[in-house]
């Protein structure tokens, strides 16, 4: 059985106002308000999950300029979330084979859970090998013997591409044997960035998996570094990482919650009780970030003897505020192993 080309749904496309029409086939310079310049990659992004990890990468590319949504096609079972990449200038498909077939890197981004599913139905989708690789393997003319196709091989692709996974927990080697099934070579990178990457503030580590390179690796720094930081790290720190800063978002938000709810129960509306607690933590994390100082330094700095923020700190201190966080960066870590184990 062979499959049809790729059946994607094209929508118009509609720059961000920090991009420019493409100039250079290969790659090309894109300015942003802030005279930045951006180079933007002459290639195909897909992503095979539609929800909110892969939306923010998205428009993060987008928004730096490195992506055109034209170069983008995202599959997903229904249109309730494929509607919002149509409205970002995005190609759509509710087939996953065709984001493999038509796409140079391509994102997993499903559920942990729904992967085994969701690769076993692509198995049954494979193609018959190509006749430039028949050919070649029956004239003895692969270039590289080990590497020859098995004429009972049935691949989605019989090119190698970049298969870079967002899925928390899921090993490298889980990636390696799935893959293997449907894709000739694939190259894997394991990753995990965050979901403030849409507003270019994310945080993101990825490890080299089998038969990527270092070209591959370069790749997916400057991607993810185009929307906030990131790191290369051995795969065992990836779970921590996932609990740490994957998480994270969700422990800050719901103690900027918390924040705005203390300043509404001390007198403030609450539209300015939660700006302001905003404002406070992102002030707060630059600080970090930028002064150089050590957060006990910076936490003394604000701290007076016999004063209003000292009294504050005992009584978070005695609720246990800091052994409550490292519990919930533990807890979502040691989740994430289970996800890999399922």
Same mark, same amino acid.
């Given at each position: 059985?062979?499959? +049809? ?8 496309? #509609? ?45 993060? =590319?987008?928004? *730096? ?9 995202? *599959? ?17 498909? #509710? %087939? ?18 729904? =992967? ?25 003319? /692969? ?16 090119? *190698? ?16 044997? /799935?893959? *293997?099934?449907?894709? =000739? ?6 990753? #995990? ?20 390179? +270092? ?41 900027? %919650? ?35 100082? #050590? ?23 005695? /609720? ?7 519990? /919930? ?14």
């Amino acid at each position: 059985m062979s499959l +049809s080309a790729p059946s994607v749904t094209p929508v118009p496309t #509609h720059p961000l106002p920090m991009m420019t029409t493409p100039q250079n086939p290969k790659m090309e310079s894109s300015m942003s308000s802030s005279a930045t310049t951006v180079m933007r990659l002459d290639l195909k992004i897909g992503f095979i999950g539609g929800g909110q990890m892969a939306l923010a990468l998205a428009k993060g =590319f987008m928004a *730096s300029g490195m992506v055109a949504p034209s170069k983008v096609l995202t *599959s997903a079972p229904s249109d309730n979330n494929l509607m919002l990449w149509r409205q970002l200038g995005a190609n759509t498909t #509710h %087939e996953n084979a065709d984001v493999i077939m038509g796409c140079d890197v391509i994102f997993l981004a499903t559920k942990p859970h729904i =992967f085994p599913a969701m690769m076993a139905g692509l198995e049954i989708t494979g193609i018959e090998e190509d006749p430039k690789s028949k050919l070649q393997r029956e004239n003895g003319e /692969a270039s590289n013997p080990d590497n020859i196709i098995s004429p009972n091989t049935r691949y989605i692709t019989t090119d *190698s591409k970049l298969f870079v996974s967002v899925m928390a927990g899921v090993t490298i080697k889980s990636l390696t044997n /799935a893959l *293997s099934n449907i894709a =000739f070579n694939p190259r894997v990178i394991r990753a #995990h960035p965050n979901t403030p990457a849409m507003v270019g503030c994310g945080c993101a580590v990825y490890s080299l998996g089998e038969g990527a390179t +270092s070209d591959d690796g370069d790749l997916i720094r400057n991607l993810f570094s185009s929307v906030g930081i990131c790191d290369q790290v051995p795969e065992y720190q990836q779970d921590a990482f996932t609990g740490m800063a994957g998480s994270g978002p969700a422990y800050i938000y719901t103690i900027i %919650e918390a924040l705005s709810d203390g300043g509404v129960r001390m007198g403030l509306p609450r539209q300015m009780a939660s700006k302001f607690a905003a404002q406070m933590t992102m002030g707060a994390a630059k600080m970090a970030l930028e002064s150089g100082k #050590h957060t006990g330094q910076l936490k003394d700095e604000v701290t007076s003897p016999a004063g209003t923020t000292i009294r504050g700190i005992q009584v978070l201190e005695r /609720a246990g505020v800091r052994g409550a966080v490292m519990d /919930a960066v533990q807890a979502s870590a040691e989740r994430a192993v289970e996800l890999g184990k399922n």
